[in-house]
C-alpha cells in the first residue's frame, strides 16, 4: 500500500513538472544531451499537513532529486492557510486535502484552484468505548 502511494504521487508530481516545464517558446541554451546547461535542480515549493503528507514527500526526496526536482516543504497546521498561500502564489502546489473539500473551499472562497492529480485516499477507523467490533 505504502509502494503504491509512493508511486502515485511521484507520477503525480511528475505530470506536474511536465506541464510546467514549458519555457514558454523563449530560447534556452541547452547542451547537446539536450537539457539545461545549468544543471540547477527545478525548485518547487509544496504546502502539506505535517502527517501523513509531510512524511510522504519527505521520503521520496531522493527520487525527486533523482528527477531533477528540489522539494520545498512549507508545512501548515490548518486546512485554510495552504489553499489561500496557493492562491497568493507562495505555493506551487499543496497536498493535503480532499476534492469535495477543495470544491467547498473553491466556493466559500471564491477561488479557482484546480486538481492536478489525485494520490491516494487515507485509510479511516472507527474507535469505541462501547463496541469492540462492527
Known sequence: MKKNILISLILVLA????ACASNGGE??????KGGADNGALEKVVIGVSPAPHAEIVEALEDEFIAAGIEIDLVT?????QPNLA???????MNYFQHKPYLDNFNE??????VVIGQVHVEPLALYSDKYDSL
Open 76 to 80: 501548515f497546521d490548518d486546512y485554510v
Open 108 to 113: 466559500e472562497h471564491n477561488l479557482e484552484l
Open 86 to 92: 496557493l492562491d497568493d502564489g507562495d505555493l506551487d
Open 27 to 32: 530560447d534556452t541554451p541547452e547542451d547537446p
Open 15 to 18: 505530470l506536474v513538472f511536465t
